[in-house]
């Protein structure tokens, strides 16, 4: 990210059941009330993830892209950004993961997972990290809202994001 430190924003746990359904094409960072687009999610799966089994599949370069960053994850969304991202030419990336594989991706790269085909859940956990100098954005939804109250505790807009959920992981020496 290029920053002097890096913040612990939340984890979750993000289990996509046998025959369960495609995640529409979506930027994670609509849903949190920063003031900086300094956020990485790393996507984590605890086993090998097949295609058939819903990968992270990603446009690589879509995060410098503005249309679509006012869309929750939701069947417009797919449509609108799909559209975007062939207009742009980005390239899609839909790839198997390995036991051990990680991939990072900013909060502004549009990313989506097809569905869950298999009789196993996939079962993957994300860790978002934000810039340990970020400050909390008023927030302009509900979903930023709620993401205000529930992961960054105790914290304010206009302040850092000092929750008590949210400590400094790293901080470069000066």
């Known amino acids: 990210m290029g920053v002097r430190g890096v913040r612990l924003y939340h984890d979750q746990a993000l289990y996509k059941e046998p025959g369960g359904k495609s995640t529409p094409w979506h930027a994670d960072q609509y849903y949190w009330p920063f003031d900086t687009p300094n956020t990485v999610t790393a996507w984590i799966p605890f086993h090998a993830v ?10 690589a370069g879509s995060h410098s892209l503005e249309v679509g960053r006012d869309l929750p994850i939701s069947e417009e969304s797919e449509r609108s950004i799909a559209e975007a991202l062939r207009e742009h030419e980005l390239p899609y990336s839909e790839e198997p993961f390995a036991l051990g594989d990680v991939s990072f991706h900013s909060g502004w790269t549009f ?3 097809p569905g869950n085909m298999t009789t196993e859940p996939r079962r993957v956990q994300t860790i978002i990290y934000v810039d340990a100098d970020a400050h909390i954005a008023e927030p302009t939804s509900d979903a930023k809202r709620k993401d205000l109250e529930r992961w960054l505790v105790g914290s304010e807009p206009g302040h850092l994001a000092t929750g ?3 400590p400094v992981l790293y901080s470069r020496q000066t």
């Open 164 to 166: 008590s959920l949210n």
């Open 50 to 59: 097949r295609l058939e089994m819903g990968p992270l599949s990603f446009s």
């Open 111 to 113: 990313h989506r997972a």
